[in-house]
Nanobody, 127 residues
């Protein structure tokens, strides 16, 4: 059974930075497509960024381009999300997700195609 555990969330002022980590274990070899999503209070879970299994192809939602960077360390089986220039609209619970199948094109942003999810980590950006 795959387990995903996020960490690194917290409270930060607008313009600040945070790095989120997602440690994967239990049945994953570190070669799955993975992604970050986020969910604000009362809203749907939105796609943030995805990275392919070998770490060379990244896709971002328009609202984070140029500010967020997704990466992974296959050896450590860990996914990262570096977030810079945060603003209050980035306040949300951030979730990492893993797909057991290869995802291509726009499918990387479809949350229903991910099979495993972490418990989420809260990011709060104050103005």
């Amino acid at each position: 059974q795959v387990q995903l555990v996020e960490s690194g969330g917290g409270l930060v002022q607008a313009g600040g930075s945070l790095r989120l980590d997602c440690a994967a274990s239990g049945g994953t070899s570190g070669t799955n497509d993975m992604a970050w999503f986020r969910q604000s209070s009362g809203k749907e879970r939105d796609f943030v960024a995805a990275i392919n299994w070998y770490g060379a192809g990244a896709t971002y939602a328009d609202f984070v381009k140029g500010r967020f960077s997704i990466s992974r360390d296959t050896g450590k089986n860990t996914l990262y999300l570096e977030m810079d220039n945060l603003n209050p609209e980035d306040t949300a619970v951030y979730y990492c997700a893993l797909s057991v199948n290869r995802l291509y094109g726009t499918s990387v942003s479809e949350r229903t195609l991910y099979d495993y999810w972490g418990q989420g980590t809260q990011v709060t950006v104050s103005s």
